[in-house]
């Protein structure tokens, strides 16, 4: 909330005339911005030329601007594939089930921690969610195939010892979009629900103080406090993932499901495929045109939510 | 206001974004500028050491040519062997054409990447590069300007020897659009055609007398191993084979000759009786598909590899080959005369004295070899490269210079080898393979060199000769050297087509499909015609045409 209304404060400064004035005025805050401004500029608006290189037949010696331009010919892959279609379902989907189930599972988690009493239980159990965070994907891919494969997974060795039969995942396409979901959401819950208990421990205290004494039990503090007061949060939150709803999670889907073949119909997301496809030939070209693909329905779908959001309520959209 | 502010934002942000991309371009055209000199008058001085001499090579600035090589760099105790025969061959290279030589390693993990990547940056960080048409996109890295075009007054200049040894039909093959841009390793006797390698001990006692010679024969043979020694993956093979045995199960049942480097999947190729037209077998030949896909149905049911393969990431089987505890390795030739030989690594042979292996190669059945293109291994020059001409003197001396080719390929005379009374190459006392292999540190495969190769004296030569003798006899030359497809206009496509190919030669060649075998082949072949592959094989017969007709 406080961050909201400062970036608030800093927007107003581009609005009133005497910019100068006011940068001076604000010349301790305008340096503390300084590092992200120059990390923005430097990776984000100086490399946004090249996204010229998508429309030509690069040649390393000549050049991102002196190849030939082709035009859209480095998309034509991309559409004559047949996929396009498939891919970007799956990605949008998978997106969709980690961002409103990650951060459903998120709010609620955030919302248990705030009503444990034990001080030391509530340290012991964040710091164990928090963990799987911190693990590389290629260990997760390992560690899932361990648990999962046929021969000598663990999951198995249970299965037969309780004279049940076996179960092949890697050889059924059907059971990954739930098992993806649930290894994402192992993984990602911790970290996420920390932004929520931190809005929910900056919530007035005398909110909740008065509904105590207004003899409002602890679901009723939930519906009426806790959540309404969290709703900026999740917009804004949610809004932002939006963005990234056809940019897929390569290091999830890569590490775990690799290159079998069989399980693609329903977990090949537009990152994996390209990889494919773009590592035997090792195309520049057309990797970026699928990257400037991604941006531009990201960028719609952002400013398609936005526009909703604005209609709706305001003061929750980004701009 | 605020809409101004934006925009000159915008506006800087582009200026600034342009000048730094013209900034980093400009000394890489610069330097292609100077190199194009540079081979116009190649005869004469390099441009770059502005000497008024013009008739003998300028060598008096002491330069370091950086070698770059697939590999992975060797630390500890290997590295100081490395950097002992190092300091040896840079004393002799320093005296000859006032240089030294340093290795710059891509490692194996994502080389084709990184390999790629280096040679993108075009920064003259390397001078001499190992490259290949078929393996390392010798040709595509020529068509995007990596490499130095070598004129021939260059080649004579600087590399003399390489020259005279290369004959004329050979350099043909190393030009791309009239310039040569590889100097091949053509003097040197190996064989990378794929197949089977299996116990040949254990293929006798399952009832073939002569060894596998058919897929059957392998059948057979899985099927015994697996019932005689439950505890043996057959082939514990990590997934990534597909392509090989499809290819090869193609090479045995027709006259099949692949196109090197148009895909990773290798589909398309004429035939042996029919050498310029093009046909894709996997494609076209339904009934031979549906054969594989029912026989790799059945090896996946014997259990020759682990149920989830597709998902393996983790094995080292042809480690395990040399320990006995899988019972086939799918490579090639080369690599079968490593595991048939009683070398130290190899403990099969000490534990077991009856031990044998034999080697399956793929078309064996109908005689379908060919033999490796001259390009498989051939050295580059960058076209970043700030010492061109020096970089080719060095190389000449490495493959030509008895001294210098025997440092560099075995290392230290006493320390990592020794000659025995029969001139064969032999460990010294006290040799560590762990350590003191300099052949496997310099990995050079770029320029191997028959004339002066010293034979290692722990190979199975008997049986190798026997195979080599056969393959002289069945083999043709890979006819299609001179063809460097342009694949610009379908590029596309083949990416689609071997992605396509990919996925489903995957699931057959592993029995992992579900359906009857017909319909995953047909299904195979709807998904390739869908992806392009008549339009892609239509263009590539135009331009075969174009060039052989």
């Known amino acids: 909330m406080r961050k909201q209304s400062e970036k608030k404060a800093s927007q107003m400064q581009v609005k009133r005339p005497n910019f100068f004035k006011l940068l001076w005025k604000y010349r301790v805050l305008t340096l503390m911005c300084v590092p992200a401004i120059v990390f923005f500029f430097a990776f984000s608006y100086m490399p946004l030329p090249g996204i010229y290189v998508a429309f030509v037949k690069y040649n390393y010696g000549k050049g991102i601007f002196g190849s030939k331009f082709v035009g859209l010919q480095n998309f034509e892959f991309l559409a004559e594939s047949g996929k396009l279609l498939t891919l970007t379902r799956n990605t949008i989907l998978y997106n969709l089930a980690f961002i409103i189930l990650g951060n459903l599972l998120a709010v609620f988690v955030a919302i248990l921690l705030n009503e444990m009493r034990s001080k030391w239980f509530k340290k012991v159990s964040q710091t164990m969610m928090f963990l799987p965070y911190f693990i590389s994907q290629v260990l997760v891919g390992v560690l899932v195939y361990n648990l999962l494969n046929y021969d000598t997974g663990f999951v198995n060795g249970v299965l037969s010892s309780l004279g049940l039969e076996k179960w092949q995942p890697y050889a059924d396409p059907n059971c990954w979009p739930v098992l993806l979901v649930i290894i994402y959401l192992w993984q990602q819950t911790g970290y996420n629900s920390v932004v929520y208990f931190a809005a929910i421990m900056g919530i007035d205290a005398e909110m909740i103080e008065a509904s105590k004494v207004d003899g409002a039990n602890a679901f009723q503090k939930i519906r009426y406090i806790i959540l309404p007061s969290l709703k900026p949060t999740i917009v804004i939150l949610l809004l932002f993932a939006l963005g990234g709803v056809v940019k897929g999670n390569f290091g999830l889907f890569y590490n775990i499901i690799g290159t079998n073949s069989l399980l693609y119909g329903t977990t090949d997301i537009i990152e994996t495929f390209v990889y494919r496809a773009t590592m035997t030939d090792f195309n520049f070209s057309t990797a970026s045109a699928v990257g400037l693909y991604q941006s531009v329905i990201g960028f719609v779908i952002v400013m398609t939510v936005n526009y909703i959001v604005k209609k709706i309520e305001p003061d929750y959209s980004l701009f | ?549």
């Open chain 2, 1 to 549: 206001m605020k809409k101004k502010l934006l925009a000159m934002l915008l506006a800087t942000s582009m200026v600034a974004g342009v000048t730094a991309c013209g900034s980093a371009d400009a000394p890489a055209s610069g330097g292609s500028d100077t190199d194009k000199k540079t081979e116009s008058a190649a005869s004469s001085d390099s441009s770059s050491s502005e000497s008024s001499d013009s008739a003998a090579v300028d060598t008096s600035e002491h330069v370091v040519i950086t070698y770059m090589v697939t590999g992975d760099k060797p630390d500890g105790e290997k590295a100081a062997r490395l950097d002992e025969m190092m300091t040896e061959l840079n004393k002799i290279l320093t005296e000859k054409v006032n240089a030294e030589l340093e290795i710059y390693y891509i490692g194996w993990t994502d080389y084709l990447s990184n390999y790629n990547l280096t040679l993108a940056q075009m920064d003259g960080s390397v001078d001499l590069i190992g490259t290949a048409s078929d393996w390392l996109d010798a040709w595509p890295n020529a068509k995007n300007g990596a490499f130095l075009p070598l004129s021939e007054d260059m080649l004579k200049t600087y590399a003399p020897m390489t020259w005279a040894s290369v004959t004329p039909d050979h350099w043909e093959l190393c030009k791309y659009n009239g310039d040569i841009y590889l100097m091949p390793e053509d003097n040197y006797a190996q064989w990378t055609n794929h197949g089977f390698i299996y116990r040949l001990d254990w293929a006798k006692a399952a009832g073939l007398a002569n060894g596998c010679h058919s897929w059957e024969d392998l059948t057979t043979y899985f099927k015994y191993v697996k019932e005689t020694y439950p505890d043996i993956i057959p082939w514990d093979s990590d997934g990534t084979n597909y392509a090989q045995t499809a290819g090869g199960w193609v090479s045995s049942h027709s006259k099949f000759v692949a196109f090197d480097g148009i895909c990773s999947g290798a589909i398309w190729g004429g035939t042996s009786d029919d050498l310029y037209t093009v046909v894709t077998p996997a494609y076209t030949d339904t009934e031979m598909m549906v054969e594989y896909a029912k026989m790799m149905k059945e090896w996946d049911q014997i259990g020759v590899w682990k149920t989830d393969v597709l998902n393996n990431t983790a094995s080292s089987n042809r480690d395990d080959y040399r320990i006995g505890r899988v019972a086939a390795e799918q490579h090639h030739t080369q690599t079968w005369t490593d595991l048939c030989s009683a070398t130290p690594s190899n403990t099969i042979y000490q534990d077991d004295p009856n031990a044998e292996s034999g080697f399956f190669y793929f078309g064996e059945e109908t005689d379908n070899v060919v033999a490796l293109s001259i390009t498989h291994g051939a050295m580059a020059v960058s076209a970043a490269s700030k010492n061109p001409e020096r970089a080719l003197m060095v190389y000449d001396l490495i493959r030509n210079d008895e001294q210098c080719y025997d440092l560099f390929n075995y290392g230290i005379k006493g320390v990592s080898y020794e000659i025995n009374d029969e001139g064969l190459r032999v460990n010294p006392e006290g040799y560590n393979p762990d350590t003191d292999n300099i052949n496997g540190m310099t990995n050079y495969w770029w320029g191997r060199n028959d004339d002066l190769e010293i034979r290692d004296a722990s190979r199975n030569w008997k049986a190798i000769d026997e195979l080599y003798a056969k393959y002289d006899k069945i083999k043709i030359d890979y006819p299609y050297g001179q063809f460097v497809p342009d694949v610009d206009d379908i590029q596309g496509k083949i990416q689609n087509v071997n992605e396509v190919y990919t996925n489903y030669t995957k699931q057959i060649s592993y029995g992992k499909y579900n359906g009857s075998a017909e319909d995953i082949v047909a299904e195979m072949q709807q998904a390739l015609k869908q992806a392009g592959i008549e339009e892609v094989t239509a263009a590539l017969q135009a331009q075969i045409d174009a060039l052989y007709k």
